[in-house]
């Protein structure tokens, strides 16, 4: 199975709504916000963390159980009955 990059969707104008939101700078509206070329980074940034956090909530990697192969003797021992419980 070939690996698959992880790519990110894009970064929404809703992620960055909620991100300006999550920041609740008092007496800044999102359009001055924007307008503020630190402010609208840090804005970028943490509408990036969020949408990043979102995408991995949704991509939860889960490893496939593996049990080891029984020896000739566990074999034997559970034709005869012989169980250890």
Do not use: I
């Not at 991100?19 to 008092?26: C, H, L, N």
């Not at 999102?30 to 509408?47: F, G, I, K, W």
């Not at 990697?61 to 020896?71: A, G, I």
Request: aromatic share 8%.
């Amino acid at each position: 199975m070939a690996h698959q990059p992880n790519t990110l969707p894009a970064t929404t104008e809703a992620y960055r709504r909620a991100a300006f939101a999550a920041m609740a700078w008092p007496g800044w509206t999102y359009e001055q916000a924007m307008t503020d070329p630190v402010r609208s980074r840090l804005v970028a940034a943490r509408a990036s963390q969020m949408r990043k956090a979102q995408t991995k909530a949704q991509r939860r990697f889960v490893l496939p159980v593996r049990y080891p192969k029984p020896t000739a003797t566990d074999q034997k021992r559970a034709a005869a009955g012989d169980c250890d419980e």
